[in-house]
């Protein structure tokens, strides 16, 4: 789906806050504090961690690909910070607790969680196996409750030692948890039910959190985040069937090809949102006009944006079709 809307005028809209803060603003808020990233090894990991280390954040950075995450460390020399890393696969609960404790160990404490780590599959509901869901669940959205059940407790220990170290309260130490959903987090696409699926699951338990942690009033926040198409890895690592064809869908490299080709904001931008979307307290952080614009639709026709999404996917469908012909 491709969105010809002014760059201006998202920003213009009262829907639509100023997507990106200031750098003084950024320094001042993360400077000093300690923060940890899934997915760190590329795309918006790898950003928030080059940004967070330019503001002066100390960054603690996992990932299951052991040469990116070391790829990403490295590109962290000469920043005044400490990075520490770790090869992790968030679907394993024991494992993201222990990764949590280290960085308590090696950082003395920890501000920020970004649960950033997510892969994709594309298939039908009918042909989709248990084996595949599983797979995408327990990364996109059990991925996502390990880390915020692991950091929860130690941000919280965070925010009180600082109020009793400090008379003046929690000046200068924040604790925020950034959880990563999706454009496919507000509204659903075909062939896309699992990914939906944790997305969705990711907007809820967010949302949550939020208000309880708004009721608490313990110095902690939360926001969901809801990229639209930026450009990273994670089309060409999906995983996916044949079973799309049963949809009129091409699957294989044509579908990868097809996906790429809707990631177009830079994954640097989409970060920088991000932080910004932290030091301002937003509840919800939409990233790239696709994701703004479809927000707006799903508000509008909350049920029957689904057969304008599944007419438009024909239209796009036919339109390949012609061109192969010609």
């Not at 320094?27 to 300690?34: E, K, P």
């Not at 969680?113 to 797979?135: C, P, Q, T």
């Not at 659903?188 to 608490?216: C, H």
Request: hydrophobic share 40%; with cysteine; charged share 20%.
């Amino acid at each position: 789906m491709k969105f010809a809307l002014p760059s201006s005028l998202p920003s213009a809209l009262p829907l639509f806050p100023k997507d990106i803060v200031s750098d003084n603003q950024l320094q001042d808020y993360f400077v000093g504090q300690v923060a940890a990233i899934t997915g760190a090894g590329s795309g918006m990991g790898r950003q928030l961690a080059l940004n967070l280390a330019k503001f002066g954040c100390h960054v603690a950075l996992s990932d299951i690909n052991e040469d990116n995450l070391k790829q990403t460390q490295a590109l962290l020399t000469g920043f005044s910070i400490k990075s520490t890393i770790k090869v992790l696969d968030v679907s394993d609960a024991k494992a993201v607790y222990a990764w949590a404790d280290e960085i308590m160990s090696e950082h003395g404490k920890v501000n920020f969680i970004f649960n950033n780590a997510g892969v994709a599959l594309y298939s039908s509901v009918e042909g989709m196996s248990l084996e595949e869901l599983e797979w995408l669940m327990n990364i996109n959205f059990w991925g996502v409750v390990y880390g915020t059940k692991a950091f929860l407790p130690l941000i919280k220990n965070t925010i009180i030692a600082s109020k009793a170290s400090d008379d003046k309260g929690t000046k200068g130490e924040h604790g925020h948890i950034i959880n990563i959903s999706s454009l496919f987090g507000i509204c659903a696409q075909p062939s896309q039910s699992a990914y939906n699926a944790s997305k969705f699951a990711v907007r809820g338990f967010t949302e949550s959190l939020r208000q309880e942690l708004d009721m608490m009033s313990c110095g902690i926040s939360a926001t969901c985040v809801h990229p639209g198409g930026i450009k990273t890895n994670i089309a060409n690592n999906a995983r996916g069937n044949e079973s799309i064809q049963s949809l009129g869908m091409s699957d294989g490299e044509r579908t990868i090809k097809s996906f790429n080709k809707m990631l177009r904001f830079d994954a640097n931008q989409a970060a920088l949102v991000i932080l910004s979307a932290v030091v301002t307290d937003r509840r919800r952080c939409l990233i790239g006009s696709d994701a703004k614009v479809l927000d707006v639709i799903q508000r509008l026709l909350p049920t029957h944006y689904q057969p304008v999404v599944t007419g438009i996917t024909r239209a796009m469908k036919r339109r390949s079709d012609r061109k192969k012909r010609h």
